[in-house]
DNA sequence: TCCTTACCCAAGCAAGTGCTTGGTAGGGTA
DNA sequence: TACCCTACCAAGCACTTGCTTGGGTAAGGA
């Protein structure tokens, strides 16, 4: 309690950040707490120092990444955007929370099914449902506001648009020749107007 | 070697699909033998009598399922359509794979980057090589033949199409109120012509 | 000097992992 | 009768898993 103001750029976030690349690279049920341990250099015992279980870490690692998510979200959903324009916005926020907490989405990407099993990680379907509120409310209100075609099949449009922009965490690599603004440049372009010649 | 013309609709096949639907539920590695014994209502030991390993399941289902897949891959390369009809036939043929082989597409999406670690499973890797030159191959000829924008980027496209076909796995299920047919037509509409008005 | 805090090691436990072994029951074949 | 086959059980082995326990050390404040 006497360090309030410091940052806290301690051990512990340090040993998170490892812990974040090996569940991202593994998988969490994949990852042991002795990889962990090694990647750091010291033993497993001595991780039980720093958290209470694996699972504490994964907790601590998905809720402050979506925290930070989902104030971009609500910023972009309270704007006085057009639903197109939001949607866009909604995308661009997307690939750069890809750029920036990588292992975290790509955690989230392979592993929240599983997690979501545990009383624990019940928020996680929560966030779930409020991302597709998110998503099918913008695509409706832009069908309804003529910028998007009419006749879609919204809740197919939603997952699709979902599933692509998260599953570019596959091969999408921070720091390498795209930035995530070009990702999100190209992938709108092609979503809103299409391949076709 | 007596029978050789029965399709061998045998316990071991059965067994096979009840791994299947495991392996594709919660993993590879998340799936014991012990789990695929209990579905099967026998001993985990019992299993070593048809198979003679955990990888062995698994390799016989991927290896079946990609040949099968290839076969009509090859047959769609090389029918003398134009590359924007191949792509389409061949998107087509994809949502069809998910739909007749729902858990093998489901174990090929989740697990083949684990797998691919093992020499074993090296075909996989080959086979994801393959795959690529058959996209960007379509992608190239189609930009080449006007069918198709000029100035695409093929190789952002490719993975963009590439992770959108399969992981419709996730949320497509076999004998639901969408078709193959009908989830193939939607997607196209979208990747060919987008969301715009 | 004493105490606290942060950090780590060495050793190990209970549960679970893939897989092996020796054996049994029922059936077919010669 | 003698032999082999398919399909399975019961028991257990060697190993890995997350986590615990009981220490130890270095730094710093009172």
Redesign the interface.
């Known amino acids: 309690m006497s360090a309030a103001s410091t940052p806290e750029p301690s051990r512990r976030s340090e040993l998170l950040g490892i812990a974040a690349v090996l569940f991202a690279e ?2 969490f ?2 990852t042991t707490v002795r990889d962990i341990a090694d990647a750091a250099g010291i033993l497993s015992g001595s991780l039980y120092h720093h958290f209470d279980s694996k699972e504490s870490m994964v907790d601590e690692l998905l809720d402050t990444f979506q925290t930070e998510l989902w104030a971009r979200y609500d910023e972009i959903e309270a704007s006085d955007r057009t639903p ?1 324009q939001k949607l866009e916005a909604v995308v661009r926020a997307s690939f750069q929370a890809i750029d920036e907490h990588h292992s975290e989405v790509a955690i989230f990407q ?1 592993d929240a099914a ?1 997690l979501a099993g545990f009383d624990r990680f019940a928020y996680l379907g929560e966030r779930n449902l409020k991302f597709r509120e998110l998503w099918t409310g913008l695509l409706t209100a832009g069908v309804a506001s ?5 006749g ?2 919204v809740e ?2 939603y ?2 648009l979902r ?2 922009v998260w ?2 965490v ?2 999408y690599r921070p720091g390498g020749a ?1 930035t995530p603004a070009d ?1 999100a440049d ?2 709108l372009t ?8």
Chains 1, 2 share one sequence.
């Open positions: 593994r998988g049920k994949n197109k392979n599983y003529g910028e998007l075609r009419a879609l099949d197919l449009v997952r699709f599933d692509t599953v570019a596959r091969w795209l990702v190209q992938y092609i979503l809103l107007e299409g391949i076709s010649q």
